[in-house]
């Protein structure tokens, strides 16, 4: 399976007794697929899938599938603690139709590389679909490294990567040394150097508000291998690269970014807190030039061309 693009990881809109907002959820996939967006992944990070049941990951699974009916690729995140459940998310997944699952490290066991090794090839043979790894060890606890690749380079599955471990050191491992791996940009302040080395698709959570500057990025230096183009959109970015890496406060910011599009994004789950009103008020100022300094740039290119 070829990942190329932009991969939304979604969010799960929650109603304010924080149940699943099952028209909230299809009405953001209507809104990324209309979009432009080259795929949706669900159960990430940005879902808050560690905080919902397993019943309503299952059901989430199949509302995708419905949602999208076959306009969009679906990725399907099936972490957990134990291999046996994330086997049991895998299984899922390939019932529900999804085209590939995104598959992290099992957080807080602190496993080997070989053991992390026989977990991802435990949860390949349950499922039997294409993979994207999931190199985030800062929530995850475990750096993939060079051991773990080559074993699991054996089988053909492992076809993808989110490296989302901010260190340059690994992008330049996986660019190199693995190019069996697709690379995709998993660190949002960091996806031109991403493009530099040969990456080809960027899953990043700001594209749930504003998939067209994330996708002008991609087409600036991905389709046209213009990097002046691309600094120049990823200057304006930044200050909201720094917001949702480095303010502490990530999937509370998509959400209200969604809220700011017209789009229903709802509370956090617990133990998360809302924003306060002196962050949203900070976040919509970034956004809002964002969105401008961004228009001007794609407008100014366009009467170039």
């Not at 949203?280 to 794609?298: F, H, M, N, P, Y």
Request: hydrophobic share 45%.
């Amino acid at each position: 399976m070829r990942i190329e693009g932009i991969y939304s990881p979604i969010i799960t809109p929650y109603d304010p007794d924080f149940g699943i907002d099952r028209d909230g959820f299809a009405a953001q996939i209507e809104f990324l697929v209309g979009s432009g967006v080259h795929g949706i992944i669900l159960a990430g990070t940005t879902g808050e899938y560690y905080v919902q049941t397993r019943e309503e990951r299952i059901e989430l699974m199949r509302l995708a599938i419905d949602a999208i009916g076959g306009r969009l690729p679906l990725i399907v995140g099936v972490g957990g603690i134990r291999t046996e459940d994330c086997m049991t998310y895998a299984e899922a997944a390939a019932e529900a139709g999804a085209d590939m699952i995104l598959l992290g490290s099992p957080y807080y066991a602190l496993p080997t590389q070989r053991e992390l090794a026989r977990h991802a090839l435990a949860v390949d043979r349950a499922a039997g679909l294409p993979i994207m790894l999931y190199n985030y060890p800062a929530r995850m606890g475990v750096m993939m490294r060079a051991e773990f690749f080559d074993i699991v380079g054996r089988s053909a599955n492992f076809c993808a990567i989110k490296e989302s471990s901010g260190a340059i050191d690994q992008l330049h491992l996986l660019a190199r040394d693995y190019p069996n791996i697709q690379l995709g940009c998993g660190v949002d302040d960091q996806a031109l150097e991403f493009f530099a080395w040969g990456a080809r698709s960027w899953i990043c959570a700001g594209s749930n508000f504003l998939p067209k500057e994330h996708i002008a990025l991609f087409e600036a230096c991905v389709i046209d291998g213009d990097f002046g183009a691309g600094r120049r959109i990823m200057s304006a970015m930044l200050p909201l690269m720094r917001v949702l890496e480095q303010g502490g406060k990530f999937v509370q910011s998509i959400k209200f970014g969604c809220e700011l599009a017209g789009l229903p994004g709802g509370p956090v789950r617990r133990p998360l807190d809302n924003l306060d009103q002196s962050e949203k008020r900070e976040l919509e100022q970034v956004i809002g030039t964002l969105r401008e300094s961004i228009a001007d740039l794609t407008d100014s290119a366009a009467v170039c061309r």
